[in-house]
């Protein structure tokens, strides 16, 4: 079965767990797996519930009217496992790099537009948006084997 569906299916979870699923302001149910306020990511630890499986793709969706980044914590990385941020870069120091010096254009998720990243290694994966760190805006993915 389809996560998404499984995810908006399964009764007795907490909306506010699942609220990238079932989707926010409206947007519709499954479209995709995080949303994006203006300084969290919805949910903050997705997802609250379990977790998913090696091969499945995330879905983040800026929902809210702010800029925002997918960055991962390099550092934090399960051994093995690709880099993953929004504008494609190698490395935690490029994407921050990037955004400091481009003015906060390159790997934007701008309001209303989604990035996508396939989780190929189990573990867990710690992820934040750079203008917004400092303000507790991270995230954490866990992968299962």
């Known amino acids: ?6 995810l908006a299916a399964t009764g007795g979870l907490s ?13 519709p149910a499954g479209e995709y797996d995080v949303g994006m306020s203006s300084d969290a990511f919805l949910p903050e630890a997705y997802p609250q519930e379990g977790a998913i499986e090696v091969g ?17 914590y390099e550092g934090a990385l399960p051994e093995g496992a690709a880099y993953f941020a929004a504008g494609g870069f ?24 989604t990035y996508e990243h396939t989780f190929e290694v189990p573990g867990e994966y710690r992820y934040f948006c750079i203008p917004h760190e400092r303000t507790g805006m991270v995230g954490t993915i866990t992968v299962r084997g």
């Open 15 to 27: 909306a506010a767990g699942l609220a990238g699923c079932f989707g926010v302001g409206g947007e």
């Open 90 to 113: 190698d490395s935690e120091e490029a994407a921050r790099e990037a955004w400091s010096s481009m003015g906060g254009e390159r790997g934007a998720v701008e309001s209303g537009t």
């Open 56 to 72: 499945e793709t995330v879905i983040w969706k800026n929902t809210g009217s702010r800029t925002h980044t997918v960055t991962a």
């Open 1 to 6: 079965m389809n996560r998404r569906a499984f």
